[in-house]
């Protein structure tokens, strides 16, 4: 079956195109979830609300693209509006435990360079670990990164290479293990 | 040139070493499809369903909010703030109706706690009022920062009573919810935002 006569399929109320196209694309859209979230519960839970808008609002994809196209565009939107919300939920707990002198002490630094590197790309801001995460990570082109975060490909190559020159940055100190 | 020669190997070992940066389990596909498959059903009854009380109530503030913006729009005059103060107003009493359901709705929810019933209910009711949450959070009624902050913390809770399952770990997960409103001291911050008086009281004189 092609995509353009599952795509009706799906329209027309067909359970079994439902599935299909779900797990066609599940897999993908879970790892980006997951990639991006780093926590089980959250990305399930972006996963599914990514699932849920596509089939509620599949009858306004004119099928000019791509459906994964589309879909990604969908995945990203959810998940970093998702994360913005954690981010600002967090942030507050994090005030007030401050405010109440019970905050955890700041752990010494790793010495570990996966734990660095992990920290490094957390840190990064949210565009650029975005590009970075679907790009280096993910395997996304950056045709299709602009595509999904409505931003032109030359913006997608821009903020990879500083999300890298940031992350070397971070990383000086390691130089050896990749110099070697 | 030789710098040029450590980036190309720094990029290809980052992208080697990168690959371990949350890495995924295995998709748990028929998982998260019931689960798709549950909360697509409940939206769609959602739909079709009778003017339930906390539907209506929910519609109320849904309409004395688009009231407000209405009346906005169609009042705007740069020159003057008259017409400014009066959609102010209306979103004043349309806040003030939100967040008394909110608070009868949080306190009944901590009260069937106590008595041990967790049900769908509940569930249906915060999706309800997560509704109303959200259309605050896009209005002028959110201009003002605490209430904005109160009205974040409502939606994370109301989100998370909406996901309740009173079958699996339900009360578990509702003692949770309970612990957390108590840290950030939502219901009293809740009270706090609401004026005194029955309701009547709290919008007179504001039409």
């Avoid at chain 1, 993908?28 to 839970?45: S, T």
């Avoid at chain 1, 609002?57 to 509006?81: E, Q």
């Avoid at chain 1, 700041?106 to 590197?117: Q, S, W």
């Avoid at chain 2, 949350?22 to 028929?30: F, I, N, S």
């Amino acid at each position: 079956m092609d995509e353009r006569d599952l795509i009706n399929r799906v329209r027309a109320g067909d359970g079994v195109a439902e599935r299909a196209l779900y797990d066609a694309h599940v897999d993908r859209v879970y790892r980006l979830a997951y990639r991006l979230a780093g926590d089980d519960g959250l990305a399930q839970e972006f996963t599914q609300e990514t699932f849920i808008r596509v089939f509620e609002r599949l009858d306004t994809f004119r099928g000019d693209s791509a459906l994964s196209t589309w879909l990604y565009a969908i995945t990203t939107s959810v998940v970093l509006n998702g994360l913005r919300k954690v981010k600002r939920f967090r942030q507050r707990e994090a005030d007030l435990d401050d405010a109440h002198g019970v905050g955890l002490a700041r752990r010494e630094a790793e010495p570990d360079l996966k734990i660095r590197l992990r920290r490094a790309i957390d840190a990064l801001p949210e565009g650029y670990r975005t590009v970075f995460v679907m790009h280096d990570v993910e395997g996304y082109t950056h045709e299709e990164i602009g595509a999904a975060l409505g931003v032109e490909t030359g913006t997608s190559k821009a903020q990879l290479s500083r999300a890298r020159a940031k992350l070397r940055e971070a990383l000086a100190d390691f130089a050896g293990e990749w110099v070697s | 040139m030789m710098f040029e020669h450590d980036d190309k190997r720094f990029d290809e070992w980052l992208q080697d070493a990168a690959r371990d940066y949350h890495r995924p389990p295995e998709t748990p596909r028929d998982a998260m499809w019931a689960r798709i498959a549950l909360e697509r059903q409940r939206r769609g009854e959602r739909r079709v369903i009778e003017l339930r009380p906390w539907v209506r109530w929910t519609l109320a503030a849904a309409a004395v909010l688009a009231l407000g913006i209405g009346i906005g729009r169609w009042t705007a005059h740069p020159e003057t703030t008259d017409s400014a103060g009066g959609s102010d107003v209306v979103y004043q009493v349309a806040a003030t109706q939100y967040l008394s359901r909110t608070e009868a709705f949080l306190t009944d929810f901590r009260a069937d706690l106590r008595a041990g019933r967790t049900d769908a209910r509940l569930a249906g009711q915060a999706r309800d009022l997560l509704t109303t949450t959200r259309l605050m959070l896009d209005s002028p009624a959110a201009d003002d920062p605490h209430r904005r902050a109160l009205l974040e913390d409502l939606e994370l809770v109301l989100v998370q009573i909406s996901q309740l399952d009173a079958g699996r770990g339900g009360a578990r997960d509702a003692d949770l919810i309970t612990q957390g409103m108590d840290q950030r001291n939502v219901l009293p911050k809740l009270r706090s935002a609401i004026p005194s008086g029955p309701m009547p009281v709290r919008t007179e004189g504001a039409l």
